[in-house]
Nanobody, 117 residues
């Protein structure tokens, strides 16, 4: 199993910045991708950004140019730098990793990001 510990959420004004971090431990040797999803109450969880072990990235259209994902393979961490935040970015953000050998995705507990207008 993989354990994921998220940090860095909080409250920020529109136009501000936050940085989310996630540390993975446990069964990590076969993790292919790491990333972040977000979910608002009553809505489906949606991809924000993900990054592969070779640093190939994928972003939701709504965050392109504002958010940057990065990972440190040596430390097994993934971070999401969020700039120019908007009220519509308010959600619970979930760290996730995909284990290619097990074909399984693991999730963190989620961290609240609130952007005030």
């Amino acid at each position: 199993q993989v354990q994921l510990v998220e940090s860095g959420g909080g409250l920020v004004q529109a136009g501000g910045s936050l940085r989310l971090s996630c540390a993975a431990s446990g069964r990590i040797f076969s993790i292919r991708s790491m990333g972040w999803y977000r979910q608002a109450p009553g809505k489906q969880r949606e991809l924000v950004a993900d990054i592969t072990r070779s640093d190939s990235t994928n972003y939701a259209d709504s965050v392109k140019g504002r958010f940057t994902i990065s990972r440190d393979n040596a430390k097994n961490t993934v971070s999401l730098q969020m700039n120019n935040l908007k009220p519509e970015d308010t959600d619970v953000y979930y760290c996730t990793v995909y284990d290619a050998l097990l074909d399984r995705r693991s999730w963190g507990q989620g961290i609240q990001v609130t952007v005030s207008s």
